[in-house]
């Protein structure tokens, strides 16, 4: 089991040493903004200096304004370039996971699902190809989704041993339709990563667990009993130290009934 803290890649840059300092493990987000100016040098120095402190990190990628399943050729040309850019970086410093947006949004690509899903795997498959020649682990988000099953689709039709699923309850409890449980039956045996935040079920507010309505006592009831890495995704630096603490209480307890 481990724990991340949710960084941009700019504010890690800035502040590594408080990161180093506080034995922070970050999953370092990458905007287009970042993907355009990482210097590789600068990010392998990062990764060394985590290393050095025995501090484990993961990517999550870029995902404002891009569609993998985009049917505009020149969308999903920029989608492949952010996400290839990203595994690019993936391949020179190894993080133990790349978090990834599925991005379907069924109030706009719902009259177009199949499409839609052919589509995206046109990006998926090299994606995921990549992710198994680098030997870095990919796992897929849900966020809009109504359901686990289009997630599960793309993971059965292009998948492989270097693809999973990173559940998000909080972004569940704005936009599924279906059961957590049933999330979690579907797709708990891909099941590779958890975001752990909060809201109050009407806007994606990044709050610390129990600020919000987020069922975490029947999330961590659920969750199978293996080695898995829980992401901390508030938005607030003022949220961070309570989050941490009330993430690793609720684990403590999970632990304990393994």
């Not at 040309?77 to 996400?83: H, N």
């Amino acid at each position: 089991m481990k724990v991340h803290l949710a960084i941009p890649y700019e504010l890690l840059r800035e502040r590594l040493e408080e990161v180093l300092r506080h034995r922070l493990c970050p999953e370092i987000y990458f905007d287009a903004q970042a993907l355009e100016g990482c210097n590789d040098a600068d990010l392998r120095a990062c990764a060394e200096a985590l290393r050095e402190e025995g501090l484990t990190f993961s990517f999550h990628g870029p995902f404002m304004d891009l569609a993998p399943g985009a049917l505009d050729s020149k969308i999903k040309e920029v989608t492949w370039d952010r996400f290839s850019e990203t595994m690019r970086l993936a391949s020179l410093v190894r993080p133990e996971c790349v978090v990834f947006h599925v991005g379907y949004d069924p109030w706009r690509h719902g009259e177009y699902k199949e499409l839609w899903i052919a589509s995206s795997l046109e990006i998926w498959r090299p994606l995921f190809a990549k992710a198994e020649e680098t030997g870095v682990r990919v796992a897929l988000e849900n966020v809009f989704d109504e359901g686990p099953h289009l997630i599960g689709e793309i993971l059965t039709r292009a998948g492989n041993g270097w693809v999973g699923f990173c559940f998000d309850p909080a972004h569940h409890l704005l936009f599924s339709k279906v059961p957590l449980g049933d999330w979690l039956a579907a797709l708990g045996e891909r099941l590779v990563e958890v975001h752990v935040h909060d809201n109050h079920g009407q806007t994606d507010e990044h709050l610390p667990p129990g600020d919000g309505r987020v069922d975490f006592e029947l999330l961590f009831s659920l969750l199978p009993h293996r080695d898995l890495l829980f992401t901390l995704e508030v938005h607030r630096e003022e949220y961070v130290q309570r989050g941490l603490e009330g993430l690793m209480e609720m684990l403590q307890s999970w632990e304990a009934t393994g």
